[in-house]
């Protein structure tokens, strides 16, 4: 009996933090779009079927949520790196792929080949990759990364005071969102992804569209 109880305590943690991350964040998945119901009260399944197929949320980004409906981001502040203020105001009228990483994350310096790749195959003045330094190191060693690695064509930003994360609500890192042209986010994925697949070009050119 006596064995059983770390279960069970394991299980009931488990089962809160998932109610915490609904109640916070919303329905997972949630389709783009809107669902209607019949007289009965329940979804339609032409509608159910049709919602389906405008998720993009698949393959190498299956782990992306998207928001019941678009949300606005927090404006805090980081830098450029000019050390400029920035906000993720200064990006509207662009689809942003905000990604929030440190070079002390593992899998943050794996994906960041792919994001690099990612803008430089998508970026334009419609479309941007905001990956932001949360390094408390401050610039220099975050910028010393980017320069090992070989990042070309990711523009440089970052938030020593390390604030970004909690001001978004995420819950570890990597921490990318996609943002609407209205400073509006879309949903997210927790962790890694292959953002230069095609499975994440797909997830932003609906975003484009």
């Known amino acids: 009996m006596r064995g059983t109880l770390p279960v069970v305590a394991v299980l009931a943690a ?3 933090f998932a109610a915490v991350y ?8 949630a389709p783009v779009g809107k669902t209607t119901t ?5 979804a339609s399944p032409t509608t159910t079927a049709a919602l389906s197929s405008e998720r993009h949320n698949k393959g190498k980004v299956a782990a992306f949520v998207y928001k019941s409906a678009p949300e606005p981001v927090p404006a805090f502040p980081f830098y450029d790196a000019q050390k400029q203020t920035k906000s993720i105001d200064a990006f509207k009228g662009k689809v942003v792929l905000l990604n929030l990483w440190a070079t002390w994350c593992g899998p943050c310096r794996e994906e960041m080949p792919a994001l690099d790749k990612l803008q430089k195959e998508m970026g334009s003045d419609k479309f941007e990759v905001v990956a932001v330094s949360v390094d408390k190191n401050g610039f220099d060693k975050a910028k ?3 320069d090992d690695i070989g990042v070309k064509s990711l523009n440089f930003y970052a938030d020593p005071s390390a604030r970004a994360a909690s001001q978004v609500k ?6 990318t969102l996609l943002v609407n042209t209205k400073g509006e ?11 230069d697949s095609p499975d994440a070009k797909r997830l932003i050119e609906s975003a484009l569209r």
């Open 185 to 195: 986010e879309i949903g997210r994925l927790m962790g890694p992804a292959e953002w």
């Open 22 to 29: 609904v109640s916070q964040h919303g329905p997972d998945n």
């Open 170 to 175: 995420a819950i570890g890192m990597p921490a």
């Open 144 to 146: 010393k990364f980017m």
């Open 14 to 16: 488990g089962a809160l």
């Open 38 to 42: 019949n007289a009965g009260n329940t």
